[in-house]
């Protein structure tokens, strides 16, 4: 199973930014997908996931209300669309995967996850 990150760049404060995850190997019909970040010096945290059983979509506090989660259950990809961007968001940005049917109090720990993808870097410039 191999997943395949992109859309990460250099921006300023406020600016936009759309990351993409795509799958080959296996697909997730029942399990999660998502994106988790990690800044420098940081552990790798939680931003936003979406349940393919259902479509619920859950994100971090930081996030909520200017990133936006989506997926094509079909092409087992997702992206995470990115607003009013801040210098607090720059991280290396994984897309995380599962074929499990995760609860909601174990989406936040990329530990359950089972796979990852490369990572794709972004930077907000103040």
């Known amino acids: 199973v191999q997943l395949q990150a992109s859309g990460g760049g250099l921006v300023q404060a406020g600016d936009s930014l759309r990351l993409s995850c795509t799958t080959s190997?296996?697909?997730?019909?029942?399990?999660?997908m998502g994106w988790f970040r990690q800044a420098p010096g940081k552990e790798r945290e939680f931003v936003a996931v979406?349940?393919?059983?259902?479509?619920?979509?859950y994100y971090a506090d930081s996030v909520k209300g200017r990133f936006t989660i989506s997926g094509d259950n079909a092409k087992n990809s997702v992206y995470l669309r990115m607003d009013s961007l801040k210098p607090e968001d720059t991280a290396i940005y994984y897309c995380?995967?599962?074929?499990?049917?995760?609860?909601?109090?174990?989406?936040?720990?990329?530990?359950?996850?089972?796979?990852w993808g490369q990572g794709t870097l972004v930077t907000v410039s103040s």
């Open positions: 979406i349940r393919w059983q259902g479509r619920g979509t």
């Open positions: 190997g296996r697909t997730f019909s029942s399990g999660v």
């Open positions: 995380g995967a599962t074929g499990r049917r995760l609860i909601v109090s174990a989406l936040y720990d990329p530990g359950n996850y089972d796979y």
